[in-house]
């Protein structure tokens, strides 16, 4: 399962067309989960960017160690804990890479999973409001996590569900019929991925060097002579 993203602020702030971004950006090189993140829902018909934290925390939940921080897409209709939000209360997190850790002989190799032309990713999710009084509440999310493609398979068997752009505001729309909305909940194009390896520093999550997201070797693509 997905724990660690790399969240720039141009991935939020370019995510998709027309976003209304009234509060501010929540950037990191080595993001995890149990903290709030930048997300973007619909609001007045309007993708708008908004803060949630990172963990589904619904009410009823009294541990919050137990809250999700991710949801297999294949499982949502059957929860009741995603049931109601995969309906209805939908959302993206625009991150510019995904981290996943390759085992090695006595070590696990950590890559980050990027679009290969490194435009943002619109991570697929699903959030929940806790009210605290009438008027404050607390929201939450967790992201939708789909099989990854054959070749990604080393570092991950999963990986979050990708939203296009072309998608987003159907996504977010909780009209979408229940059927369009499955649709888009398949494993990404394998042309559209790439992963490099990283420092390893970044199995600390406390580490923001921005260094961390460097590349430290070369692009694991679909095909060995795409290799970059």
Known sequence: MTGRLYITAASVEQAVPDLYVPTDVISGVNMAPRQPL??????????????????????????????PHCARAEGLAQRPMFR????SRRCLVP???????????????????THADRRPMLLAGIWCRFHTTLTDYNDSFALI?????????????RLPALITREDAHRWLDPQTPQEAVSDMLMPASRELLGAFPVSRRV????????SCAHPIGIMRRDKPEQEI
């Open 203 to 210: 199995n600390n999550p406390r580490e923001q060097d921005p």
């Open 38 to 67: 930048s997300v973007i829902r619909l609001e007045a018909a309007r993708p708008t960017l908004g803060n949630a934290f990172w963990g589904l925390t619904p009410p009823w939940l009294t541990v919050l160690d137990q809250a």
């Open 84 to 87: 109601d939000a995969i309906c």
């Open 145 to 157: 996590t789909v099989p990854s493609p054959a070749f990604l398979e080393p570092l991950s068997d």
């Open 95 to 113: 991150a510019a890479g995904v981290y996943a850790w390759q085992p090695r002989p006595g070590y696990k190799q950590p890559h980050l999973i």
